[in-house]
Nanobody, 115 residues
Framework: QVQLVESGGGLVQPGGSLRLSCATS????????MRWYRQAPGKERELVAG???????NYAESVKGRFTISRDNAKNTVYLEMKNLKPEDTAAYYC?????????WGQGTQVTVSS
């Protein structure tokens, strides 16, 4: 059974940092690309960052230079390091794995950027 469990969210002031983690199980993690999405209230879910099995990364324009996605295949975990956070980064953040045509999601972790 595929499981994705996010953690690390919280309340942070503008300019602050957070590190999100997504612990996974039930599939061949090292062979799969992983992604982080976010969804703010009243908005559609959007792709924030992705990392391939080979370690290549891509980012939404809005987070380039501030966010870093990484993976630890030994721990079956993907991370999202977020720096210089802005109020517009406030959202629920979701880890995603896609196998064949099926998308798997975690339960999400809330990030709130506010003074």
């Amino acid at each position: 059974q595929v499981q994705l469990v996010e953690s690390g969210g919280g309340l942070v002031q503008p300019g602050g940092s957070l590190r999100l983690s997504c612990a996974t199980s039930g599939f061949a993690f090292s062979s799969n690309a992983m992604r982080w999405y976010r969804q703010a209230p009243g908005k559609e879910r959007e792709l924030v960052a992705g990392i391939t099995s080979a370690g290549s990364t891509n980012y939404a324009e809005s987070v380039k230079g501030r966010f870093t996605i990484s993976r630890d295949n030994a721990k079956n975990t993907v991370y999202l390091e977020m720096k210089n956070l802005k109020p517009e980064d406030t959202a629920a953040y979701y880890c995603n794995a896609r196998m064949m045509i099926i998308n798997y999601w975690g339960q999400g972790t809330q990030v709130t950027v506010s003074s």
